[in-house]
């Protein structure tokens, strides 16, 4: 079973830290559906130094998230480790990531995210220093590389072993690839095998199937899923059922789909207020709806919604009307 520092799961099964998308209403969704690990979206260590109010309020964890692993990014040691320090105090974070992956400019024009992969120097330091600031487990998660040219995976991970750091995550793209193209599992396993801390493995994870077929060809202790999540927690509960017991889980009514899309939804509107959450689930609803035959029109009306009833209104018109069809369907 993976276990991180004294941090022990009930599973393989992480949740990646996606920006802009792991906040709480999220993760707990997920976490519900049995992932042993949910991981939060990346803050800026300036902001917690700042205590801007955006950035606090991306630290709020619901209890029930446990175990959960905040992640931070910086490009600053200063910066960063007092920020790390701040999650260790402050927060019920189990494990305090570091991000080394983001591929985004203006993330990595900060010195902070993939820019560490061209430095296995930097890494040492950056993570030395922040795992002798904290007293909870420290981990990073990276990208196998900045382009094809510069591939230090191994010698990254290394960095982070030798620096004091309990798992490193690694996705097996390059910051050039951005989400494209496939993930290079072969860099996964050279770096399960050139480190004694515990290695998960992330890219093109799209079914139990998959998820099953890494571990094995890899050696990973973990499967971190990100994308195929979206709109999907049974992904998760389905992995992990795959992994327990070697059974596939039945797929999802689309009742079942629309009902935890509520539950969501309503999770968005206690974290934020009513007009920011329905703006922010506009792109989760159509996640929700990926797949089912007949969604062009309603995806289109979710952008228009602005209230809450508005959008249940129109889940629940959808599923009702689905439901109908696939009955006459049946008896025909």
């Known amino acids: 079973m993976l276990k991180i520092g004294d941090i022990k799961m009930d599973n393989q099964v992480v949740l990646a830290p996606m920006a802009g998308v792991c906040n709480s209403a999220f993760r707990l969704t997920v976490k519900e559906f049995g992932a042993g690990l949910v991981c939060a979206e990346m803050v800026s260590d300036k902001g917690i130094v700042f205590q801007n109010e955006k950035t606090m309020n991306m630290l709020y964890i619901d209890e029930r998230e446990y175990p959960l692993s905040l992640q931070i990014f910086g490009g600053e040691k200063e910066t960063l480790t007092q920020a790390a320090q701040f999650v260790d105090k402050n927060s019920n974070a189990a494990i305090i990531d570091i991000n080394m992956g983001c591929p985004v ?14 430095d296995p120097d930097k890494i040492y330091e950056m993570v030395s220093a922040t795992v002798q600031a904290v007293d909870k487990p420290v981990t990073v998660k990276m990208r196998m590389g900045w382009d094809e040219d510069h591939i230090y995976a ?17 996705h097996g793209r390059t910051r050039v690839q951005m989400y494209e193209g496939h993930a290079n599992w072969d860099i996964i396993r050279e770096v399960k095998q050139s480190v004694n801390i515990p290695v998960i493995g992330n890219g093109d994870v799209q079914t139990p199937q998959d998820a099953k ?21 049974w992904m998760i509960y389905r992995t992990v059922k795959y992994l327990e017991t070697g059974e596939l889980a039945a797929e999802p009514s689309i009742r079942e789909k629309m009902d935890v899309a509520i539950l969501h939804l309503d999770r968005l509107i206690k974290l934020k207020n009513e007009d920011v959450a329905v703006r922010e689930m506009r792109k989760h609803a159509s996640w929700y709806l990926k797949g089912i035959r007949g969604n062009a029109k309603v995806r289109n009306g ?31």
């Open 105 to 118: 400019p203006k993330i990595t024009k900060c010195d902070a995210g993939a820019k560490w992969l061209l």
């Open 213 to 233: 077929r890494m571990l094995d060809e890899t050696g990973v202790d973990g499967v971190m899923i990100g994308r195929a999540a979206l709109g999907n927690p």
């Open 154 to 170: 191994v010698r990254n991970a290394q960095a982070i072993e030798a620096a004091g750091g309990s798992a490193v995550a690694l």
């Open 302 to 332: 979710i952008n228009l919604c602005d209230t809450r009833s508005e959008l249940v209104t129109l889940l629940n018109d959808f599923a009702d009307e689905s439901m109908a069809k696939e009955a006459a369907i049946s008896v025909s």
